[in-house]
């Protein structure tokens, strides 16, 4: 059997408004959306997504399952994505190379030390 991943659902209370956050943060596009499911992806024909689901609850507790990225410049991406509305959370990391964000759903997910050093 051959499988392709296809996406990561993040469910969300306002999947339009997050999914556009995520779109800007990553230089991404929008591939389908409705009032209550958006899909973003580096490209409409590249494959995996983020496809944000509308869940009314609200997120509760640390998250399961956070994305990482690594840039070029950890510090300036720290800055430009809490300049979009990121913020700093602490979930018992400790001192690390990286930085952990979160969206504003409160989504967390990292920012690895950057390629050159």
Same mark, same amino acid.
């Given at each position: 059997?051959?499988?392709?991943?296809?996406?990561?659902?993040?469910?969300?209370?306002?999947?339009?408004?997050?999914?556009?956050?995520?779109?800007?943060?990553?230089?991404?596009?929008?591939?389908? %959306?409705?009032? &209550?499911?958006?899909?973003?992806?580096?490209?409409? &024909?590249?494959?995996? @997504?983020?496809?944000?689901?509308?869940?009314?609850? +609200?997120?509760?507790?640390? %998250?399961?399952?956070?994305?990482?990225?690594?840039?070029? &410049?950890?510090?300036?991406?720290?800055?430009?994505?809490?300049?979009? @509305?990121?913020?700093?959370? &602490?979930?018992?990391? @400790?001192?690390? /190379?990286?930085?952990?964000?979160?969206? +504003?759903? @409160?989504?967390?997910?990292?920012?690895?030390? /950057?390629?050159?050093?």
């Amino acid at each position: 059997m051959t499988v392709q991943w296809e996406q990561v659902v993040v469910h969300s209370t306002d999947p339009v408004g997050l999914a556009n956050w995520w779109a800007e943060a990553l230089g991404w596009v929008v591939t389908y %959306s409705s009032n &209550d499911e958006v899909e973003i992806r580096r490209s409409s &024909d590249v494959l995996p @997504g983020l496809d944000f689901v509308r869940l009314d609850e +609200p997120k509760q507790g640390k %998250s399961r399952l956070h994305l990482d990225f690594r840039p070029d &410049d950890r510090d300036t991406e720290v800055a430009r994505l809490v300049a979009l @509305g990121a913020q700093h959370v &602490d979930i018992g990391q @400790g001192e690390q /190379s990286w930085v952990v964000l979160a969206d +504003p759903e @409160g989504n967390e997910f990292c920012v690895l030390s /950057s390629r050159r050093e």
